[in-house]
């Protein structure tokens, strides 16, 4: 049995998320009229905190801030301090990210925001390392500032939170139309999201890449649509890209988050069902416009990867596969040369290699993150073997490295 120093209230919570900050040393509660009110008895601002298990940076934070006892300290003495899981409250984490992205033109998770005891942002971030680097502010200076801020300027917090909250009305205000969709107005669309494209890589503008699902199944429809040639190019090329690249899992089916670079070869390694849900309904009608039997494929490793690692025996989907195994990020997914020679024999083994492109020295940290970067038949060609002998080999050797 484990000793644990520290126990907060989110022992209590069934979130697997709050369940992993259970044991930290800050007084962690959980979203719930019990925080606000002690913020409001105390004046003093909250401290939100929403992310999800299988959140690479969120372990990092983690890590470096939320189990560190000084830190933990200075949270603990000036504010409120709330956990929140995305997975579990998706409506908090879209309000709060509407601010986020308000306050700092960016967004993502973990996702740290602090409050008015009114639920009001005033000051908002994501990740923040435990001392000033990155070019960014350690966390300690930030508690310190806002704690400081809130005691001695309080004009100027409640100032901002008013901007900030009339901003977040703004922005989810709507206005019903009467009118219908023209093909004037799906023609603009098509224009302003086909701008921004890659021509080399595929998708849309440049590091990092998510996979453009949606705007993808706008194209596809575009196409079959008018039969613009253009939109069908643009999705055949960026799927090519996608399927080829390390944000595919080569092995095990299913796309992992997005690319940390402009062409899809280095995942954030953690795998999402929504998109995934996304992605194999894009490749399924992308197959059923042009044929295409490696989309086909694509289509049937994502959903066998959903039914064999994503499917609850009960019945229900999980939601995500975490990025990080044994406290590594993406170690799972990676290979070495000689992993590889080991489990392949010699000949396989340097069959596997030229078609997925793994070299003595790697593509990530000295290990090879699986990807395509030649056509099969020119892999055969140069390896003196018939394409049909080359896909029987793969075929067998993914096997076996699975």
Same mark, same amino acid.
């Given at each position: ?40 008895? #105390? ?10 298990? !299988? ?175 253009? !939109? ?76 064999? #690692? ?12 975490? !990025? ?79």
């Amino acid at each position: 049995m484990t000793e644990h120093v520290h126990t907060n209230r989110l022992i209590n919570e069934t979130s697997p998320y709050l369940l992993q900050h259970a044991h930290n040393p800050v007084d962690w509660f959980p979203w719930g009229e019990e925080a606000f009110q002690l913020a409001q008895r #105390e004046k003093k601002p909250v401290l939100l905190s929403i992310g999800y298990s !299988a959140c690479h940076w969120c372990h990092v934070m983690e890590h470096e801030s939320f189990e560190n006892e000084a830190i933990a300290k200075l949270m603990n003495e000036n504010f409120v301090n709330i956990k929140v899981d995305r997975e579990e409250r998706p409506d908090l984490d879209q309000i709060y990210m509407n601010a986020v992205q308000m306050m700092t033109h960016h967004g993502g998770w973990p996702m740290t925001v602090f409050l008015t005891p009114e639920a009001v942002p005033f000051y908002a971030g994501t990740y923040f390392p435990p001392e000033d680097r990155y070019n960014m502010p350690g966390f300690p200076r930030v508690l310190i500032s806002l704690a400081d801020a809130y005691r001695e300027r309080p004009e100027e917090i409640q100032e901002t939170a008013t901007a900030i909250l009339d901003g977040l009305k703004q922005s989810t205000a709507t206005i019903e139309s009467n009118e219908t969709f023209s093909p004037e107005l799906l023609e603009t669309a098509y224009r302003g999201i086909i701008k921004n494209y890659d021509e080399t890589n595929g998708g849309f503008g440049g590091a990092p890449k998510f996979p453009p699902a949606m705007s993808l199944e706008f194209l596809l429809h575009t196409h079959y649509r008018t039969g613009e040639p253009r !939109a069908l190019e643009i999705v055949s090329h960026t799927c090519k890209k996608m399927a080829e690249g390390g944000i595919y899992d080569h092995l095990g089916g299913g796309f992992h988050r997005y690319s940390t670079d402009a062409r899809w070869l280095v995942p954030h390694f953690e795998k999402m069902l929504y998109d995934n849900a996304l992605l194999s309904r894009l490749y399924l009608h992308y197959y059923q416009v042009i044929g295409d039997t490696p989309a086909r494929a694509v289509a049937e490793g994502i959903l066998d990867y959903v039914v064999r #690692e994503m499917t609850d025996p009960l019945g229900g989907f999980y939601s995500t596969q975490d !990025a990080d195994s044994e406290g590594v990020e993406g170690k799972f997914f990676v290979w070495s040369l000689d992993e590889i020679r080991k489990l392949l024999g010699e000949r396989d083994a340097a069959l596997f290699a030229a078609y997925y492109n793994v070299t003595e020295s790697g593509n990530f940290e000295g290990e090879n993150i699986l990807n395509i970067t030649r056509d099969l038949k020119e892999v055969a060609r140069a390896e003196n073997v018939t394409p049909e002998q080359l896909i029987e080999t793969l075929d067998e050797s993914r096997r076996i490295l699975f």
